[in-house]
């Protein structure tokens, strides 16, 4: 208790001693002399010393009651109010405290720790200093706040209230801490922020290509494998519409690349350059043409640019005699010689027109269903004396061919004839019966179709006939192709059938020669697609479904549905392209006058045919656009697997009269190929067996 008591006295007699140096400094500042401050603390409890600088300084102070312990310090010089200040400042720091100055100029003493949650000023520069507590939010441009911020914690003082806090969207740290800590980060930040700028340059080129010229800079930058940095590799890029080179990176990395663009941007010195360009994927062929025009554009577009300067003006007409464009079909590449701007021009053409081309998988679906019915029934009456009734409807034979060809089919009796002989004897010879022609009455009976019954009765006879058909057809037809955008594709499934398309008689009407042309029949499927912007595919479709019908006196008969239109459809969008629905219903009666009117008895007298037919068509198209392997080797694989299926089947079900025959069966998709064995494989396996009975041979 002593102790305590003597320890206060102490430091109230220090708080005397500067109270009196301060009313001293009061009264030295009122005349003019600047204020001086000295101070003596040895262990003094920390709260006194916070009141003396509080009173002496004249600011109002808030201590936190965790605020608590006793310090021993002591400065050898005075010092001007701010050096006090900062002193103050720096003893709370080294004891673990910390001040934070609110609007109205109250000051609150507490914990570090908990003072970087309090109402710390937000300052835009380093104006405070020391080791007061401040917030500094600074915009980074150039790199990742959220790879920066993990580094800048390492630097701070994360124990004395430091704190580092990064905001993605904007990408800015908001820095927590004593000032001049704070402001060490924002110099570290803007260094780096310096170091990692990434701007875009472009470089406009004269006379070398820009694609050229970005894939000698790529092959030397961009594929270093010796550790360099990724920020000191710069990004390069073509931009073949004004042949320029866009570089992206760090200034130096930048610099460098420029100065080997600038170095290959060198005019040949040469009035003409030949250049051969393998195509990829167009016909070389087929731009020669293009390019003829392309070059004679530019001519003349340059020589208009050119005309007032005739020396110029007369060389480029030179030159422009000189241009040549040949294509070389065995390795379908282009030879060019020109001018180099002229020449680069038209790489920049070939490089847009020779690019890998979407293709187009087309289906087709066809469904034809035919459904018919038919009834045919009719009596046919004959007098032998003269007269008949009959029909020419349906399909009935007339009775009256039908009697004309049993007269002619009638056995035909024998005749005796007797001759006399010079000695007056009479020759007898007979001829036996014979039977009569039945090729008419064979055609007629084998044209009957149904049932037909006859009756003779006396001088009179009747044919009745009755048929009824029924025909049920349903045919599915599913034709796909694939080909190129804007490449006409044709399919036909079916039969090259003859037909005669002219004939001359030769002299007297004999050996007259005929000219045919073949005409297939079948199912036809001719597309053309072309792709247009988004997934849309525009297709001229030309669809023809055809088959015999009969044939006539002159040529045969084909029955023939088809189809030519222009559409556009969505990827993997199944439209409709045109239907034929039809229904014929026709009957057919002929009578006798009077006669056949009579009610049920009439029927004696007439004959009626009623047939009906319905007909469905229906044409479905699906265009599938393939952009990449992947989708052609899916659909590959639907269909290469759907025929691997059917051939498993029909395996399955074997050969009824030879079950130890295997059918064929391709293999699985993308398993390996089973290959006849090679001429080499054969004369080894040969020679294996002759070894194999020379050695049982002589074991023997």
Do not use: C
Not at 262 to 282: F, P, S, W
Not at 372 to 391: K, N
Not at 497 to 515: D, K, L, R
Request: cysteine-free; charged content about 20%.
């Amino acid at each position: 208790m002593r102790s305590t008591l003597i320890v206060t006295s102490i430091a109230m007699s220090l708080a005397l001693t500067i109270a009196a140096s301060s009313s001293a400094m009061a009264q030295n500042q009122q005349a003019d002399k600047p204020v001086e401050y000295a101070a003596s603390f040895k262990n003094t409890d920390i709260t006194e010393f916070i009141q003396v600088v509080g009173r002496n300084l004249g600011k109002t102070m808030i201590i936190d009651p965790d605020v608590r312990g006793r310090i021993d310090v002591r400065s050898y010089d005075v010092m001007n109010e701010a050096q006090y200040w900062q002193f103050f400042l720096n003893v709370l720091e080294v004891y673990g405290f910390a001040t934070v100055t609110m609007e109205s100029g109250v000051i609150k003493v507490m914990r570090d720790k908990d003072a970087r949650n309090g109402a710390i000023p937000v300052v835009d520069s380093n104006a405070l200093g020391g080791d007061t507590l401040v917030t500094r939010v600074v915009t980074v441009e150039n790199v990742s706040v959220r790879e920066l911020a993990p580094l800048l914690r390492l630097l701070n003082d994360q124990s004395g209230g430091g704190n580092v806090v990064s905001y993605d969207p904007s990408n800015v740290i908001m820095l927590t801490g004593r000032s001049e800590t704070v402001q060490r980060l924002v110099e570290i930040i803007e260094r780096v922020d310096r170091a990692g700028n990434q701007d875009v340059e472009v470089v406009k080129l004269e006379y070398a290509s820009a694609s050229e010229v970005v894939r000698i800079a790529t092959s030397l930058y961009e594929k270093t494998t010796d550790g360099t940095p990724p920020l000191l590799i710069p990004r390069i890029v073509p931009d073949e519409r004004t042949n320029s080179v866009v570089i992206s990176g760090e200034p130096r990395a930048r610099e460098r690349v420029r100065k080997l663009i600038v170095q290959l941007d060198q005019d040949l010195k040469t009035e003409g350059n030949t250049r051969v360009i393998y195509l990829k994927y167009a016909k070389a062929k087929e731009l020669v043409d293009v390019l003829k025009g392309v070059s004679d554009s530019i001519a003349a577009e340059t020589q208009g640019a050119q005309g007032g300067v005739p020396g110029q003006a007369q060389q480029r007409r030179r030159s422009n005699n000189e241009i040549s464009i040949t294509a070389h079909e065995p390795s379908n590449s282009l030879v060019i010689t020109a001018q180099p701007d002229l020449l680069a021009n038209l790489e920049n053409v070939i490089r847009q027109l020779d690019i890998r081309r979407a293709q187009v998988h087309v289906e087709a679906i066809i469904v034809e269903i035919f459904e018919g019915d038919g009834i045919d029934l009719g009596l046919q009456w004959i007098s032998e004396d003269g007269g008949l009734v009959q029909y020419s409807n349906g399909r009935q034979v007339p009775v009256g061919q039908l009697a004309a060809a049993a007269y002619l089919a009638r056995e035909q009796e024998g005749t005796t004839t007797t001759q006399i002989d010079n000695a007056g004897n009479p020759l007898v010879t007979s001829q036996p019966a014979q039977q009569g022609n039945v090729d008419l009455l064979a055609q007629l009976l084998g044209s009957v179709n149904g049932m037909m019954v006859g009756v003779i009765k006396n001088d009179w006879g009747a044919i009745l006939q009755a048929v009824a058909s029924t025909t049920n057809s349903n045919i599915l037809a599913t034709p796909s192709i694939m080909t190129l955008d804007n490449e006409e594709a044709e399919f036909l499934v079916g039969q090259s059938v003859p037909t005669i398309t002219g004939s001359t008689v030769g002299s007297n009407n004999q050996n007259p020669f005929q000219t045919v042309q073949r005409e297939d029949i079948g199912i036809k499927l001719k597309v053309t697609p072309q792709i247009n912007e988004g997934n849309a595919v525009q297709l001229i479709i030309e669809q023809e479904v055809s088959s015999l019908s009969g044939a006539t006196s002159v040529d045969i008969i084909v029955n023939k549905r088809e189809l030519k239109t222009v559409v556009i459809a969505e990827d993997g969008e199944t439209i409709v392209l045109g239907g034929l629905i039809d229904e014929d219903v026709q009957e057919s009666v002929q009578k006798v006058p009077l006669l056949g009117d009579i009610p049920f008895l009439g029927k004696l007298f007439s004959s009626t045919s009623t047939t009906t037919q319905k007909r469905n068509l229906m044409v479905f198209i699906k265009p599938t656009i393939v952009r990449d392997s992947a989708t052609a080797s899916a659909l590959s694989s639907r269909k290469y697997n759907f025929i691997r299926g059917e051939q498993l089947q029909r395996q399955e079900e074997g050969v009824s009269l030879m079950p130890n025959t295997k059918t064929p069966l391709i293999p699985e998709w993308d398993g390996p190929l089973t290959l006849p064995p090679g001429f080499d494989e054969y004369l080894e396996k040969k020679g294996a067996v002759d070894d194999g009975k020379k050695k049982d041979g002589g074991n023997d």
